[in-house]
Nanobody, 127 residues
Framework: QVQLVESGGGLVQAGDSLSLSCVAS????????IGWFRQTPGKEREFVAA????????VYADSVKGRFTISRDNAKNTVFLQMTSLKPEDTAVYYC????????????????????WGQGTQVTVSS
């Protein structure tokens, strides 16, 4: 089992950058693939980015490709989401999630493929 804690959210202006962190506790962090999702009130949770167990593979939503970068440091049990050129439509609660099953690149986008979720961190981008 793994516990996830997100941090780094805040209020920024459009065009600014922000870096989120997801720190995991528990054993064998490198056995989990990690995804970032976001959610706004009244909408379904939306896939943002994901990274494979050792960081060799990354997947991004089209809406963030070229602006967001996901990375991980398995020695520190941490996954990062570097966000640049932020837009008001990026405003949401951002969640990190971990999964340990066999998975293909396409399935990283599917929330039900993840077993553990953090509590979320709010990102607000003002225009």
């Amino acid at each position: 089992q793994v516990q996830l804690v997100e941090s780094g959210g805040g209020l920024v202006q459009a065009g600014d950058s922000l870096s989120l962190s997801c720190v995991a506790s528990g054993r064998a962090f490198s056995s989990y693939y990690i995804g970032w999702f976001r959610q706004t009130p009244g909408k379904e949770r939306e896939f943002v980015a994901a990274i494979s167990r050792i960081g060799r593979s990354t997947v991004y939503a089209d809406s963030v490709k070229g602006r967001f970068t996901i990375s991980r440091d398995n020695a520190k049990n941490t996954v990062f989401l570097q966000m640049t050129s932020l837009k008001p439509e990026d405003t949401a609660v951002y969640y990190c999630a971990a999964g340990s099953r066999l998975i293909s690149d396409n399935n990283y986008r599917v929330p039900t493929k993840y077993d553990y979720w953090g509590q979320g961190t709010q990102v607000t981008v003002s225009s």
